[in-house]
């Protein structure tokens, strides 16, 4: 069954710490996402993806990088990890042709300590 | 740049009655679709019904519905017959689709509580 996928869904970790969250999807699309939801439930666009070698930042500053090396894995990373980093990370992925519709993974919630 | 606006943070609603949401978007795109997604407490985001804006007719699935209002560029969400697993937040969000990124502006959300 196509779908998409995030691990870990959860996730607590000490300050200073290298992590990477991971997003595949089964699919077959072309454009993927990154989104931080905050606290209060706003969602904010940090990376997307058009294809294979094809990264963007998003609306919302990041620390975070993203990598596109096969287009079904769009894995984040955080280099050093800090309590401002705690959130939820939502992945998405949508097709080229119309009307464009996103599926989400189950989402990554990031403690930071 | 586009916006798009809840202004509802909080509603609640009656089991088997009927609910509407509201949400506003800023525009001057004319390619664009529009969009209400649903996501339960610790539970995967899903979409609930999209509208392209070149059409006149309102989109329906099942028991919801919206009310698009493109002069007053307004996309309100009608959930009838209400159910529990209906309890979830609701995000309005816009796409631009003229350009290659497709990315989804989204409003601030509607917690929806139905009560038993």
């Known amino acids: 069954e196509a779908d998409i996928y995030q691990t870990p869904r959860y996730l607590v970790i000490g300050t200073g710490k290298k992590i990477t969250l991971e997003c595949s999807q089964t699919m077959g699309h072309d454009k993927m996402y990154w989104y931080q939801q905050d606290p209060g439930m706003e969602l904010h666009l940090i990376h997307y993806s058009y294809g294979v070698n094809s990264t963007e930042k998003g609306d919302l500053s990041s620390e975070s990088t993203v990598s596109r090396i096969r287009t079904e894995h769009f894995p984040l990373t955080l280099e050093s990890a800090r309590p401002s980093h705690t959130s939820q990370y939502l992945c998405a992925s949508s097709g080229a042709l119309p009307p464009y519709e996103q599926y989400f993974g189950p989402g990554t919630r990031l403690t930071v300590t | 740049a586009q916006t798009v606006t809840q202004s509802q943070p909080e509603m609640s609603v009656q089991e088997a009655e009927t609910v509407t949401l509201s949400c506003t978007y800023d525009?001057?795109?004319?390619?664009?679709?529009l969009f209400w997604y649903k996501q339960p407490p610790s539970r995967q985001m899903i979409l609930v019904i999209r509208q392209e804006a070149y059409k006149q007719q309102n989109a329906t699935e099942n028991r919801f519905s919206v009310n698009f209002q493109k002069a007053a560029k307004s996309f309100s969400l009608k959930i009838s017959d209400s159910q529990l697993g209906d309890t979830a937040m609701y995000f309005c969000a816009f796409m631009n689709y003229g350009g290659a990124t497709n990315k989804l502006i989204f409003g601030t959300g509607t917690l929806l509580a139905v009560q038993p």
């Open positions: 525009t001057s795109e004319s390619n664009y679709y």
